[in-house]
């Protein structure tokens, strides 16, 4: 119990040294406090288990700087990667985002913080963990195990309503895709009957002109009386469809500047460009009004 609780003392330790580190340079990047994390804690879950995940890789070769550097980039490298793939398919975000870095992996790896983590590395196994390991071990046992313990409870708390309420972002983002698509849909199958229609009625007077030519008002007017009553349930079915795109992109936005609060570089792929493309319309139509 008590060697558990020790790793679980370096890996919150080591969280809690990734979030000061990323806290402090993205602060000085954005020139304004940033609570970097996924968490709401003061931790970083990846720092943490990629620490401790580097200790029992690198440590057996730590007198051997280059082993630990190689060893360190590939090991972090392939933990950055996988995690960022997960989380981004999980939540429909992208937490980090290296697609403007040079020689970068789909925004989630890129080679200059591939090399940083193998400095980290190098630095961990030498000279960092030594004095981190004596503070921990010079703890009482009964201390250890109980600071973990409530440092695990708040830990795991923090963790579940983090998840939750990225889960409730991926819920908003689903519905904003596909309200887009259905909205698109309906759009283009009322041009399509538009089109459909009066090339239908061109043919048919062509066919039968002289038949038609004593019904011809009569005709024109039930087909405009049709198209216009397809027409009018296609505009309630795109009118709703639209009411409901803005109660979702109004919870989405509130949710939205949370994330980039926290992740000034993290994304929602193709929705931004969606969200974006509502705005000029709406942005559109409010000047039609105005010029009305």
């Given amino acids: 119990m008590e060697r558990l609780c020790q790793w679980l003392a ?55 700087i280059m082993s630990a550097y190689l060893v360190g980039v590939v090991g972090a490298t392939l933990l950055e990667l996988i995690t960022g793939w997960a989380m981004e398919k999980l939540f429909k975000v992208k937490y980090w985002d290296y697609s403007r870095q040079r020689f970068q992996y789909r925004g989630y790896i890129c080679l200059s913080s591939s090399l940083f983590w193998g400095v980290l590395t190098v ?49 908003v983002l689903v519905a904003l895709s596909g309200l887009h698509e259905e909205i698109e849909t309906a759009q283009k199958e009322l041009q399509r009957e538009v089109g459909v229609r009066v090339e239908r009625l061109t043919e048919r007077v062509e066919e039968r002109k002289e038949v038609l030519a004593g019904h011809m008002e009569e005709t024109k007017e039930q087909f405009c009386e049709r198209l216009e009553e397809r027409h009018k349930r296609l ?13 979702w ?26 969200l974006s493309e509502v705005k000029r319309r709406r942005g559109r139509g409010q000047e039609e009004d105005r010029t009305e």
């Fill in 10 to 64: 370096y890996f919150y330790i080591y969280c809690i040294c990734g979030w000061i580190w990323e806290t402090s340079y993205v602060s000085v990047c954005e020139k304004r406090f940033v609570n970097r994390g996924f968490l709401h804690g003061p931790v970083i879950p990846l720092y943490g288990s990629g620490a401790v995940a580097m200790l029992f890789l690198a440590l057996p070769v730590k007198d051997s």
């Fill in 123 to 171: 630095a961990l196994v030498r000279w960092v963990h030594g004095p981190v390991e004596r503070l921990v071990r010079a703890q009482p046992g009964w201390l250890l195990i109980m600071g973990t313990l409530l440092f695990s409870a708040g830990f795991l708390l923090d963790l579940a309503v983090s998840v939750r309420e990225a889960v409730d972002l991926r819920r």
């Fill in 235 to 247: 505009e309630e079915r795109l009118s709703q469809l639209r009411e409901q795109r803005e109660i």
């Fill in 249 to 274: 992109l109004g919870e989405f936005q509130l949710a939205h500047r949370r994330l980039r609060r926290r992740h000034p570089s993290a994304t929602t792929g193709r929705l931004e460009e969606l």
